[in-house]
T-cell receptor, first 114, second 115 residues
Framework: AQSVTQLDSQVPVFEEAPVELRCNYS??????LFWYVQYPNQGLQLLLK??????LVKGINGFEAEFNKSQTSFHLRKPSVHISDTAEYFC????????????FGKGTMLLVSP | GAGVSQSPSNKVTEKGKDVELRCDPI?????LYWYRQRLGQGLEFLIY????????KSGLPSDRFSAERTGESVSTLTIQRTQQEDSAVYLC?????????????FGPGTRLTVL
């Protein structure tokens, strides 16, 4: 079984500032990791995912995340945010073999103000 | 269609009534998932369909919840004798192949309010 912890329920930030959204996971097996974004009144959309290879993963809209196996983390970063990045961000984990559904964190609301 | 669609978008019902939620996955996607998103919570897995295989119902919270899917098409999630704690957004997702590495594509959800 896996679990995901997103320590920050809300992250307020000013436009053009950098941001980091934290995600830690727990698993007894090797994992795949995902970040999804949910814009207001919309469904979840994949931002990026780590499957294997380079631990730095680049996604859409200028976001990137780094997989750190020793710290069991997969933090999401963006060097300069826009107002349009205001949304809820979910980290998710699944086993990297066989069949396993996604286990989601509780989400972090990113609030970008001018 | 272009994406996963769900209906209705909003549903208000009285405690004790039955409700049926519908999901239309992306055409050709063999895997279909239902999740529940309670206010301030992450997504909880409910049920998973893969082709004609027996569904994984391990996430269903009680026997009041059931779901069906015919082949690789539409799925319906039914909640019988609704309770106030059933109030949540119910999200459907589909993926093209049943591998854990595959991206799940989500619908906009059905917001269920039980009075």
């Amino acid at each position: 079984a896996q679990s995901v912890t997103q320590l920050d329920s809300q992250v307020p930030v000013f436009e053009e500032a950098p941001v980091e959204l934290r995600c830690n996971y727990s698993s007894s097996v090797s994992v795949y990791l995902f970040w999804y974004v949910q814009y207001p009144n919309q469904g979840l959309q994949l931002l990026l995912k780590y499957l294997s290879g380079s631990t730095l993963v680049k996604g859409i809209n200028g976001f990137e995340a780094e997989f750190n196996k020793s710290q069991t983390s997969f933090h999401l970063r963006k060097p300069s945010v826009h107002i349009s990045d205001t949304a809820e961000y979910f980290c998710a984990v699944t086993s990297n073999s066989g069949y396993s559904t996604l286990t989601f964190g509780k989400g972090t609301m990113l609030l970008v103000s001018p | 269609g272009a994406g996963v669609s769900q209906s209705p978008s909003n549903k208000v019902t009285e405690k004790g009534k039955d409700v049926e939620l519908r999901c239309d996955p992306i055409s050709g996607h063999t895997a279909l998932y239902w999740y529940r998103q309670r206010l301030g919570q992450g997504l909880e897995f409910l049920i998973y369909f893969q082709g004609n295989s027996a569904p994984d119902k391990s996430g269903l919270p009680s026997d009041r919840f059931s779901a069906e899917r015919t082949g690789e098409s539409v799925s319906t999630l039914t909640i019988q004798r609704t309770q106030q704690e059933d109030s949540a957004v119910y999200l459907c997702a589909s993926s093209s192949i049943p591998l854990t590495s595959d991206t799940q594509y989500f619908g906009p959800g059905t917001r269920l309010t039980v009075l």
